[in-house]
């Protein structure tokens, strides 16, 4: 079965500074990758997804990640980061046609004043 | 928009008692799930069900069942509840994989459950 490793379970930043978190996942078989983000007391929303095509995949809220197959890694980056953006985010993924999606630890990000 | 909505935001239970989540999707949605989530862990599949009446166990499936009789709708049932399931408990469902589906997850506001 797949599986997904959350590299960091905390970060912290400063407003406006830049942020990457990192996922690294392991599957024998193509994969569907995705990053959920969930704001305190609250389910999990889709931040964004990658299917196929560009390894670059943007999302909502200026989040983007890139899918690097070699690294089998999926990191999450926003080049700016704002107050509203803590939170924790979830790294997953599925395999083609599979519905069993598979998450990582989590990684609450707090960004500072 | 999908909805996917959770019956109780928060709960609070004796040990021994019977405690039932209940969860209704609108979206016509064939594959359902409930997952754990705790601090540390991030989410724990306990059960799915890609059909009514059908269930599968995920990883962490002792202490609970499921019941789903229809589409829309998928149960939780602790039968016992102990304090180890102290957690928040999350809802989602998604489209059928065979219908081409990537398995994206659509999912409630969740559940929190105290048992004292």
């Known amino acids: 079965a797949q599986s997904v490793t959350q590299l960091d379970s905390q970060v912290p930043v400063f407003e406006e500074a830049p942020v990457e978190l990192r996922c690294n996942y392991s599957?024998?078989?193509?994969?569907?990758l995705f990053w959920y983000v969930q704001y305190p007391n609250q389910g999990l929303q889709l931040l964004l997804k990658y299917l196929s095509g560009s390894t670059l995949v943007k999302g909502i809220n200026g989040f983007e990640a890139e899918f690097n197959k070699s690294q089998t890694s999926f990191h999450l980056r926003k080049p700016s980061v704002h107050i509203s953006d803590t939170a924790e985010y979830f790294c997953a993924v599925s395999r083609y046609n599979n519905n069993d999606m598979r998450f990582g630890a989590g990684t609450r990000l707090t960004v500072k004043p | 928009d999908v909805k996917v909505t959770q019956s109780s935001r928060y709960l609070v239970k004796r040990t021994g008692e019977k405690v039932f989540l209940e969860c209704v999707q609108d979206m016509d949605h064939e594959n359902m799930f409930w997952y754990r989530q705790d601090p540390g862990l991030g989410l724990r599949l306990i059960y799915f069900?890609?059909?009514?009446?059908?269930?599968e166990k995920g990883d962490i499936p002792e202490g609970y069942s499921v019941s789903r009789e229809k589409k829309e709708r998928f149960s939780l049932i602790l039968e016992s509840a102990s304090t180890n399931q102290t957690s928040m408990y999350l809802c989602?469902?998604?489209?059928?994989?065979?219908?081409?589906?990537?398995?994206?997850?659509?999912f409630g506001e969740g559940s929190r459950l105290t048992v004292l």
């Open positions: 989602a469902s998604s489209l059928s994989g065979s219908s081409g589906s990537t398995g994206e997850l659509f």
């Open positions: 599957s024998s078989v193509s994969v569907y």
């Open positions: 069900s890609y059909d009514v009446k059908m269930k």
